[in-house]
């Protein structure tokens, strides 16, 4: 049996690259990450895997577009600190 979700569930992916000399920096950045995810859980799941070449990959999910924007709103500080530290290469 095939396992299914709610139609209100929103998946996003993200793929970013840490800049030269700041991979200690981005990797302090994903622990904020995680930790607003422990502590406010607006995501059903919140994950990060790093590639061999250094592209991280990141995958939020939310049950409602209201849970993944109160989210948003909770991180948004965290993303425009994150700026100088990595570069976004795409967002799915």
């Known amino acids: 049996k095939m396992a299914t979700v709610p139609d209100s569930m929103v998946m ?13 920096e981005s990797k302090s950045g994903i622990r904020v990450f ?4 422990r502590e406010r859980p607006h ?3 919140y994950t990060f895997a790093r590639n061999a070449d ?3 990959h990141w995958t939020e999910r939310a049950d409602s577009a209201d849970e993944y924007l109160a989210h948003l709103e909770t991180i948004a ?4 600190q994150l700026g100088d530290v990595q570069d ?5």
């Open 88 to 92: 976004i290469e795409r967002i799915e």
């Open 34 to 37: 995680l930790d607003e995810g």
């Open 54 to 56: 250094g592209l991280v």
């Open 12 to 24: 996003v992916n993200g793929y970013f690259r840490p800049k030269e000399g700041k991979e200690l």
């Open 43 to 45: 995501l059903k799941s």
């Open 77 to 80: 500080g965290h993303i425009d």
